[in-house]
């Protein structure tokens, strides 16, 4: 019998993929903050999550820490 796997983990999910509230937390952000643009706007900042069948947003690892490093250093030019 194949393992189950842990607690809200899905076998399709790839480790560069973070939950909303995952990104938010990277983001400093709310979760909804997330889902109000990206229902809004169609994304975040250009940032797209991928739906997965059961209907959850994952957002590439990447793309959230490349958004935060850019806006830290916007934010670091403005000071």
Do not use: C
């Not at 999910?13 to 706007?41: C, E, F, M, Y």
């Amino acid at each position: 019998m194949p393992k189950t796997p842990p607690n809200n983990q899905s076998p399709y999910i790839v480790d560069s993929d973070l939950t909303t509230k995952q990104a938010a937390g990277i983001l400093h952000l709310r979760p909804q903050t997330l889902r109000k643009a990206l229902s809004k706007n169609g994304s975040y900042f250009g940032v797209r999550p991928r739906k997965a069948a059961n209907l959850r947003l994952f957002w590439n690892a990447a793309e959230i820490n490349n958004l935060k490093n850019t806006n830290g250093a916007q934010k670091g030019e403005a000071a």
